[in-house]
């Protein structure tokens, strides 16, 4: 759950709609991958999360969010456009830097 959420009257009534969460740090960004129920609690969604903190002019904090809701129906879909424009990048854009090994006792 994020801090505003916990700060909201009406937690209880979102908490169950909660089922899972893997937050992922990356950088300055959290990723938040969490599967919802519908209103029903008969159906589920995935929802992503892009979450960045930003400092304000007053010194204080506070967290820029984009969030896409994902529903069962696109999940194939969407998983085979990202992995193939995963491949795209890394195969055509992205230079990895390949070391060498080194002997240590040779310097």
Same mark, same amino acid.
């Given at each position: 759950? $994020? @801090? +505003?959420? !916990?700060?909201?009257?009406?937690?209880?009534?979102? /908490?169950?709609?909660?089922?899972?969460? @893997?937050?992922?740090?990356? &950088?300055?960004?959290?990723?938040?991958?969490?599967?919802?129920? *519908? %209103? &029903? /609690?008969?159906? $589920? $969604? !995935? *929802?992503?999360? +892009?979450?960045?903190?930003?400092?304000?002019?007053? &010194?204080?904090?506070?967290?820029?969010?984009? %969030? =896409?809701?994902?529903?069962?129906?696109?999940?194939?879909?969407?998983? #085979? &456009? !990202?992995? +193939?424009?995963?491949? $795209?990048?890394? +195969?055509?854009? =992205?230079? #990895?830097?390949?070391?060498?090994?080194?002997?240590? #006792?040779?310097?």
């Amino acid at each position: 759950m $994020y @801090k +505003e959420d !916990l700060e909201r009257q009406n937690f209880a009534d979102r /908490n169950s709609e909660d089922v899972f969460s @893997k937050p992922v740090r990356a &950088g300055k960004r959290t990723y938040f991958f969490d599967v919802k129920t *519908t %209103k &029903g /609690n008969n159906d $589920y $969604y !995935l *929802t992503i999360t +892009e979450s960045k903190r930003r400092q304000e002019a007053d &010194g204080s904090f506070s967290f820029d969010k984009h %969030k =896409i809701f994902l529903y069962k129906e696109d999940f194939d879909k969407f998983q #085979e &456009g !990202l992995a +193939e424009v995963i491949a $795209y990048m890394r +195969e055509n854009l =992205i230079k #990895e830097d390949k070391f060498t090994d080194v002997d240590f #006792e040779e310097l």
